[in-house]
Antibody, heavy 119, light 107 residues
Framework: QVQLQESGPGLVKPSETLSLTCTVS??????????WNWIRQPAGKGLEWIGR???????NYNPSLSSRVSVAFDTSKNHFSLQLNSVTAADTAVYYC???????????WGQGARVTVSS | DIQMTQSPSSLSTSIGDRVTITCQAS??????LNWYQQKPGKAPKLLIY???TLETGVPSRFSGSGFGTDFTFTISSLQPEDIATYYC?????????FGQGTKLEIK
């Protein structure tokens, strides 16, 4: 059974860096059938795709965030990570790590990590 | 970016009703359209991919159709456990974008 689990600080100060890790079980992040993604959702609002990493290490980001975001994976630990720099209150959201089929849908989601940006 | 426009944004329904949600893409996305269900406090759950293919384990009362720019999601007979917010999402090109969601409520 494939599972994804987010972890990281729930509170980040403005202008600092938000860092989250997604631990993957039941499948290797090296599996070329999948992309590994981050998606966020502010309270009461819709879903925003942040970025993804593939098993080659190649990454793609939402242009709206690309100057501040980095996604990477660590195959030795079978996890992937998100870093978002220079955060503001607008970055307060639930952050999901999500598996995407190589030419298709977001099929497996983590339970979500709530991150608040506040001093 | 491709814009996904869902309607309605909310829908007041009754158990047993047929429910239809539409999603329009701002440009041709072929059949690269997925539908998700999200219940409060939970992660979204994939229901339909490639516009009309039911994800394994999803009840057959859920269905999807469409191609190009116009898509439809249907629940043939609403059950109590279907009360949720539904999102469409395209995967035709980057960046992936979602519709704004349709929240189902009981009359």
């Amino acid at each position: 059974q494939v599972q994804l689990q987010e972890s990281g600080p729930g509170l980040v100060k403005p202008s600092e860096t938000l860092s989250l890790t997604c631990t993957v079980s039941g499948v290797s992040v090296n599996n070329g059938l999948y992309f590994w993604n981050w998606i966020r959702q502010p309270a009461g609002k819709g879903l925003e795709w942040i970025g993804r990493v593939y098993n080659t290490g190649s990454t793609n980001y939402n242009p709206s965030l690309s100057s501040r975001v980095s996604v990477a994976f660590d195959t030795s630990k079978n996890h992937f990570s998100l870093q978002l720099n220079s955060v503001t209150a607008a970055d307060t959201a639930v952050y999901y790590c999500v598996r995407k089929r190589s030419r298709g849908s977001f099929d497996i989601w983590g339970q979500g990590a709530r991150v608040t940006v506040s001093s | 970016d491709i814009q996904m426009t869902q309607s309605p944004s909310s829908l007041s329904t009754s158990i047993g009703d047929r429910v239809t949600i539409t999603c329009q893409a701002s440009q041709d996305i072929r059949n690269y359209l997925n539908w998700y269900q999200q219940k409060p406090g939970k992660a979204p759950k994939l229901l339909i991919y490639d516009a009309s293919t039911l994800e394994t384990g999803v009840p057959s009362r859920f269905s999807g159709s469409g191609f190009g720019t116009d898509f439809t999601f249907t629940i043939s007979s609403l059950q109590p456990e279907d009360i949720a917010t539904y999102y469409c999402q395209h995967c035709d090109s980057l960046p992936y974008t979602f519709g704004q969601g349709t929240k189902l409520e009981i009359k």
